[in-house]
């Protein structure tokens, strides 16, 4: 279970896409705070922000994309502040993110052990080869690749090995908060759940704060302590992990709980979610998800909802307003 | 249901030869094989939705290109209503091509970019002589109708770069149906759908198997899906099958112990449910040169003497559902 210390407290975020068709607000006033040591997952349909989401963490969206409000503090510094000298000592050192496709992200190259001595070197000044060969070893071997592997190239080690060599990159400085984005979408289901069970031990290990972006509700399921579901652009819910599941409060997550195979049930009836998501450069009026709510009444189209405490979880939906108007 | 077979596979093989490098290229010897279809047999019966499960390159697309004679077999025999495909001339195949159809898994790249909606959909009439022109557009919006994409006259003109990923796989799957085929290869038809959609594609499938009286085979490599939809469902390992059986007795009473690891290994959407079964380790090993004996001996975890020496037939354990593993033989 994680500590009450907040490694990372997004603050009214808001990150904008200018393309040729308009500005694309990919996030919009979204705030999030990740405690030392927790797993959070942060689930949502392609297309919500989830990615941008881990990327402004670094404060590094992609191009064009840009933070346009917002702050972003990492151990109460303000990481939009920071010049990009000073950025590169934390990317990597302090936070590190591992990408769905670790074909794309290796080197084909460069055997795997350089990947780790390299990312060493550039943070470690002075450290030498040996020394860093040493440690790339230890830590690959703890994530169960043997060392005669450690020559090879990526594309002689299977999809699992390698996805397991991007986790040994992300953690060769000791990196305090790990972003998986979608670490497991091209693995196959048993090396799935090899792998989570891997990250699971590791994170203990190291002493990790986990954020897990993922679209796969079963996972979010398995591995985290709270989950953050986004939709839109935004947040819509914040909760412990079981109580979310227990019983979802905003009606995106109850649908998308709904239509989810479950796999231990016999005969499980699975309703299908109305419409589609939102265009971001046209979003709905008000709240996001209203053109697709059954619940939604006048005010969900009117203005768009701003979290609201309810049961020590936060949700953004009119349903839970404790401000009547 | 009757039981009544569309589609027979009589010990069904494909290799795939490996290139060699230029010396190895001298050396007949060196040839080797990927076995990507090794040797399966199984019926799929009229009007039910077949699972054919597994993780990647267990050969299940291969299989569903075989049937649909994308690719012609190493050896064996396929069957369309008792006539053996593999035997026809490409004239004879075109009345059979007709009646079975495809769906794949990406609707980005299985509509061509540059032909809009209408073209792409009369395309299929025209090569099959179907209709007049007239005829032909109405039967085109009719489908657009049928597969929920509305109002059809404004997405006939649109290309697929204009419609939503959802849209598109709407489109893949009018295309599919508009010869009116009976047997339709569904390969991943979904995994490429945002959560929210999903349901509304496996509904859409099933709504107009019914009208069509159609007989799908699904291809997946997610037991959850294929939990929702089909009826009978078959587990292919490394170019074999290693079970088959009713959807439900496969989900009650998986038998080979691959079944039982596989769906233990689905992540449950319930933090409170726990993984029973321990994960096997490692993964699918090398199909050019996959173990000898049962394929999944290594990884077993109740694995016996004989597994390493002999290849473990499918064998009927109880009314329907088969299994390839010595602990029941």
């Known amino acids: 279970m994680h500590s009450l210390e907040k490694i990372i407290q997004i603050r009214d975020l808001e990150v904008t896409f200018p393309i040729r068709e308009g500005d694309l607000i990919a996030i919009a006033s979204v705030s999030l705070e990740i ?89 470690e000044r002075g450290t030498n080869t040996h020394t860093a060969r040493e440690r790339a070893a230890f830590l690959l071997n703890k994530l169960g690749i043997i060392k005669e592997r450690l020559f090879d190239f990526p594309h002689q080690l299977s999809g699992g090995m390698r996805q397991r060599v991007m986790i040994g990159i992300g953690l060769a400085l000791n990196a305090e908060l790990l972003i998986a984005d979608e670490p497991t979408t091209s693995l196959d289901v048993i090396v799935e759940a090899q792998f989570l069970d891997q990250l699971k031990q590791l994170k203990e290990e190291f002493g990790l704060t986990l954020i897990l972006i993922t679209h796969n509700m079963g996972i979010v399921a398995q591995i985290s302590d709270r989950i953050a579901v986004m939709y839109g652009g935004k947040i819509m819910e914040v909760s412990e992990a079981e109580s979310l599941f227990k019983r979802p409060l905003h009606p995106y997550t109850e649908g998308l709980l709904n239509s989810i195979p479950n796999i231990k049930l016999y005969d499980d009836n699975l309703e299908s979610m109305p419409g589609f998501p939102p265009d971001l450069l046209n979003p709905p009026k008000g709240c996001r998800f209203s053109p697709r709510c059954r619940y939604a009444f006048d005010r969900c189209f009117e203005e768009s909802p701003h979290p609201y405490h309810y049961e020590d979880r936060l949700v953004s939906c009119y349903k839970y307003a404790n401000d009547k108007s | 249901m009757v039981l009544e077979p569309i589609v027979e596979l009589q010990n069904v093989k494909r290799y795939f030869e490996v290139e060699r490098d230029f010396i190895q290229k001298f050396n007949p010897k060196a040839r080797k094989f990927v076995k990507a279809v090794d040797g399966v047999s199984f019926n799929i019966e009229k009007g039910e939705v077949f699972g054919l499960v597994g993780e990647s390159g267990s050969g299940k697309t291969t299989t569903g290109k075989l049937i649909l004679d994308v690719i012609k077999p190493t050896a064996g025999k396929i069957l369309f209503e008792k006539t053996n495909l593999t035997q026809l001339s490409k004239r004879e195949m075109k009345l059979f091509r007709r009646r079975m159809q495809v769906i794949f898994q990406d609707p980005y790249a299985s509509l061509n970019p540059r032909m809009k909606t209408g073209k792409a959909l009369t395309q299929p009439l025209e090569i099959h002589g179907i209709g007049t022109v007239k005829e032909r557009k109405q039967r085109v919006l009719d489908m657009l109708e049928h597969v929920g994409l509305t109002p059809p006259q404004t997405v006939y003109t649109r290309y697929p770069h204009q419609l939503s990923g959802g849209q598109r796989q709407r489109v893949v799957i009018a295309r599919a149906l508009i010869l009116n085929p009976d047997f339709v290869v569904a390969d991943e038809p979904i995994a490429m759908a945002d959560v929210s959609m999903r349901v509304l594609l496996l509904d859409l499938m099933m709504n107009l198997k019914r009208e069509f009286n159609l007989t799908y085979l699904f291809i997946t490599h997610d037991l959850a899906t294929a939990k929702y939809i089909c009826n009978r469902i078959a587990i292919m390992y490394l170019g074999k099958i290693i079970e088959i059986g009713s959807l439900k007795e496969v989900f009650r009473d998986p038998l080979q112990p691959y079944t039982k690891a596989l769906l233990s290994a689905i992540p449950i959407p319930d933090p409170e449910a726990k993984r029973k079964e321990p994960i096997p380790k490692g993964e699918i090993p090398n199909p050019i040169n996959p173990p ?8 077993c975890p109740s694995r016996m003497q004989r597994c390493d020496k002999e290849v473990p037939p499918l064998n009927e354990v109880t009314p329907g559902h088969f299994v390839a593993c010595y602990l029941y033989y």
């Open chain 1, 35 to 123: 405690y030392k040591g927790e797993t959070l997952g942060l689930v949502g349909e392609s297309g919500c922000g989830k990615s941008t989401l881990g990327f402004s963490i670094l404060n590094a969206v992609p191009s064009p994309g840009r933070i346009t409000k917002g702050k972003i503090l990492f151990h109460n510094e303000n990481l939009l502040d920071k010049s990009e000298s000073e950025l590169r000592k934390i990317r990597g050192k302090k936070i590190s993110m591992i990408f769905q496709d670790p074909m794309t992200s290796l080197n084909p190259l460069m055997r795997i052990d350089r990947h780790i001595i390299e990312t060493i070197k550039k943070h």
């Open chain 2, 292 to 299: 000898s004996g049962c394929r999944f001996h290594p990884r």
